[in-house]
């Protein structure tokens, strides 16, 4: 048998896991749709297990994620598209392509040049890419037009406003500076105000979102990676709510039971604990 630790040895498991009669119902039911959820899942707790500095719990996570590759390239070969070999060959290939400083005749490059090196690579793929739609008969993937093309749309908005901005920058569509987009951040809110008092739904939900695609911008001018920026105030607003509720449980009461002005002196509190 396989070791445990054997690639081999995980596409047996999953081969076993989705044979008719003999593998695993829920497996066997499963498609690319009703898996992605999960694979989107299983990457959120891999970058949760790095923010926490846990590397029991990243390799377990990593293991998860991995299946889910596997979990996806055997539904891909048993319709024929592709295997799991495919998979591994397309990365290597495109690792080795995109690398020539590493693999190919281009030597002690900085940084900045093994930048620009990618960047012309990968345009170079995306229109191959194109071509060979156009060749197919296929018109453009909408996603894939113009200065903005290649921002995958199922990322999480937050995430793909930061590369939207960025892609926009590249061509001079940016402010100079961060200053310029806290003056933007402060027209933004003042739109809010404007419709949260005479406007309806969609326009409170739009001038939101305006709002908080400024704030994005305001991060990326600052250095600040905003997911990570917010991941961490999630932590911090945990954390002192649950200093609440251990203070309350203290007295015997729940929050349901607790004044506002009550769990205000209460959060200040934790505050103070922790600067």
């Given at each position: 048998?396989?070791?445990?630790?054997?690639?081999?040895?995980?596409?047996?498991?999953?081969?076993?896991?989705?044979?008719?009669?003999?593998?695993?119902?829920?497996?066997?039911?499963?498609?690319?749709?009703?898996?992605?959820?999960?694979?989107?899942?299983?990457?959120?707790?891999?970058?949760?297990?790095?923010?926490?500095?846990?590397?029991?719990?990243?390799?377990?996570?990593?293991?998860?994620?991995?299946?889910?590759?596997?979990?996806?390239?055997?539904?891909?070969?048993?319709?024929?598209?592709?295997?799991?070999?495919?998979?591994?060959?397309?990365?290597?290939?495109?690792?080795?392509?995109?690398?020539?400083?590493?693999?190919?005749?281009?030597?002690?490059?900085?940084?900045?040049?093994?930048?620009?090196?990618?960047?012309?690579?990968?345009?170079?793929?995306?229109?191959?890419?194109?071509?060979?739609?156009?060749?197919?008969?296929?018109?453009?993937k909408e996603e894939e037009k113009g200065v903005l093309g290649g921002i995958a749309l199922p990322l999480p908005a937050m995430t793909r406003a930061l590369k939207l901005q960025e892609k926009a920058s590249s061509v001079?569509?940016?402010?100079?500076?961060?200053?310029?987009?806290?003056?933007?951040?402060?027209?933004?809110?003042?739109?809010?105000?404007?419709?949260?008092?005479?406007?309806?739904?969609?326009?409170?939900?739009?001038?939101?979102?305006?709002?908080?695609?400024?704030?994005?911008?305001?991060?990326?001018?600052?250095?600040?990676?905003?997911?990570?920026?917010?991941?961490?105030?999630?932590?911090?607003?945990?954390?002192?709510?649950?200093?609440?509720?251990?203070?309350?449980?203290?007295?015997?009461?729940?929050?349901?039971?607790?004044?506002?002005?009550?769990?205000?002196?209460?959060?200040?509190?934790?505050?103070?604990?922790?600067?």
């Amino acid at each position: 048998m396989a070791s445990a630790n054997d690639i081999a040895h995980l596409l047996a498991i999953m081969e076993a896991l989705r044979t008719p009669q003999t593998g695993c119902p829920w497996d066997l039911e499963q498609s690319f749709e009703t898996i992605a959820p999960y694979t989107l899942e299983e990457a959120y707790e891999v970058a949760d297990a790095i923010s926490r500095g846990d590397m029991a719990d990243l390799q377990e996570e990593l293991g998860d994620l991995l299946f889910q590759v596997v979990f996806h390239a055997r539904l891909a070969e048993e319709v024929g598209h592709f295997s799991f070999d495919d998979v591994v060959g397309s990365i290597s290939e495109k690792l080795t392509r995109r690398h020539p400083h590493v693999f190919g005749e281009a030597r002690q490059l900085s940084p900045n040049e093994v930048k620009g090196i990618w960047a012309r690579i990968k345009a170079e793929e995306k229109r191959l890419k194109a071509d060979k739609r156009a060749a197919a008969g296929l018109p453009p993937k909408e996603e894939e037009k113009g200065v903005l093309g290649g921002i995958a749309l199922p990322l999480p908005a937050m995430t793909r406003a930061l590369k939207l901005q960025e892609k926009a920058s590249s061509v001079g569509f940016d402010w100079n500076d961060a200053h310029a987009v806290l003056a933007k951040i402060r027209e933004e809110t003042d739109e809010v105000e404007e419709a949260l008092s005479e406007g309806g739904p969609e326009a409170i939900r739009e001038e939101i979102g305006d709002l908080l695609f400024a704030v994005v911008n305001l991060a990326r001018h600052a250095g600040v990676e905003p997911e990570r920026a917010l991941r961490g105030t999630n932590e911090k607003f945990t954390r002192r709510f649950r200093y609440i509720e251990q203070m309350l449980e203290a007295e015997n009461r729940a929050p349901e039971v607790a004044s506002l002005e009550e769990m205000e002196a209460l959060w200040q509190q934790a505050k103070r604990q922790e600067s």
